[in-house]
Each structure stands twice: as structure tokens, then as C-alpha cells.
């Protein structure tokens, strides 16, 4: 057994493993939903769902003809 400290209230507990702990390593659900809370504000943004009309802007996308393949890299310096 070793011992883990919670994430949130730095509590040392003895630890069991994420199997028999269910909110391991957060000694109690409620400061598992609050990481989890900060985790999705911080680094997640649920974007606004996906309208018809979007999907009508990427059926334009898909089916426009590609750009012409320019013949020499113009950035490419001469030796
Ligand atoms: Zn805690």
C-alpha cells in the first residue's frame, strides 16, 4: 500500500489503486468533479454544435477543385 496525497487538499491517504478507489487519487468525488471542472475550463472548450450550415460550407470545401500545384518553390534560394 502507499500512500497518495490528494491533488486538491494535499490529504495523505492510504492508497488502494484507482481500481478499488474509485475517485483515486481525490480523497472524496466532490474534488474529483472540481479537477475535472478546472481540467475542462482550462484546456477544453466544447465548441457550439454543428449547424446545416456549416456542413453546407464543408460540402463547398470538398468539392471545389484543388489549387494548382505551384511549379517551383519560390522561398527555395539558388545554389
Ligand atoms: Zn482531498
Not at 487519487?25 to 475542462?40: A, E, I, Q, S, T
Not at 477544453?44 to 470545401?61: A, G, K, M
Request: charged share 35%.
Amino acid at each position: 500500500m502507499k500512500k497518495v496525497r490528494c491533488p486538491i487538499c494535499e490529504k495523505a491517504m492510504d492508497s488502494q489503486g484507482p481500481k478499488e478507489w474509485p475517485d483515486w487519487p481525490f480523497c472524496c468525488h466532490r474534488y474529483k468533479m472540481v479537477d475535472l471542472g478546472r481540467w475542462l475550463g482550462g484546456n477544453y472548450r466544447i465548441e457550439t454544435p454543428v449547424s446545416q450550415e456549416d456542413l453546407d460550407d464543408f460540402e463547398e470545401l470538398a468539392h471545389s477543385p484543388e489549387p494548382a500545384a505551384p511549379s517551383a518553390d519560390p522561398h527555395r534560394e539558388e545554389a
